[in-house]
């Protein structure tokens, strides 16, 4: 695939004032490559998991008011959507991109999720590399290092809180060059969707 990575303009839609406006230029400027990033992605990870994938990219149609602060492709065995069941991601806020494999609160299998992650957590704990990184909340662009997170507690939360999510991936500084090196961004996504996958087929036994 001819994808020529993100520029810091893509970056800067999110500091545009207003909903209309920074919708524009989200739709001109960085849905296209996430469409691309969807596209070329979801063969890939039906491979790696055995579901058959299909991309979503965000359309932000319930915002009324407020523009949104990031945007993604979410990628997820239903071509009809993908809050309710475990997906991947890869999306931009104003600092970072991001990729991750994701529960989100609409998910209803996180209680038996959590089960599994807490029965796996020494292996999943050797399994994920330091650098990569943790979060509870898909809308907060903050996340949790593997090697500071209380993984315990991560998993005991999503097994208790209605509200709870667990997202695992990693952050892509803007400035980092590979962000705009397209080919080099590839590669470092597939590694990182290789390494997500086993989190992924935990899901396999809950989720149809």
Not at 59 to 70: E, L, S, T, W
Not at 122 to 129: E, L, M, R
Request: hydrophobic letters at 40%.
């Amino acid at each position: 695939m001819s994808f020529k990575g993100f520029t810091q303009e893509d970056f800067n839609v999110f500091t545009i004032e207003g909903l209309e406006p920074r919708m524009d230029e989200l739709k001109n400027k960085i849905r296209p490559k996430l469409e691309q990033l969807g596209h070329h992605f979801a063969p890939t990870l039906s491979s790696l998991v055995g579901d058959e994938m299909h991309y979503h990219v965000a359309k932000h149609a319930r915002r009324k008011v407020n523009p949104p602060k990031d945007t993604w492709v979410a990628i997820a065995n239903s071509n009809r959507g993908y809050k309710m069941l475990p997906h991947f991601q890869i999306g931009l806020f104003e600092t970072h991109l991001f990729v991750w494999f994701a529960l989100i609160y609409e998910c209803p299998i996180k209680q038996q999720f959590a089960e599994q992650l807490l029965s796996q957590m020494n292996t999943i704990k050797q399994q994920i590399p330091a650098h990569f990184v943790w979060s509870g909340d898909h809308t907060k662009p903050e996340a949790t290092s593997h090697e500071a997170v209380d993984l315990q507690a991560l998993f005991e939360r999503l097994r208790d809180v209605k509200k709870a999510e667990i997202l695992c991936g990693i952050h892509i500084d803007r400035n980092d060059p590979i962000v705009s090196d397209g080919q080099g961004l590839l590669k470092e996504i597939d590694e990182t969707f290789t390494t997500l996958a086993p989190l992924y087929r935990l899901t396999s036994p809950i989720h149809t």
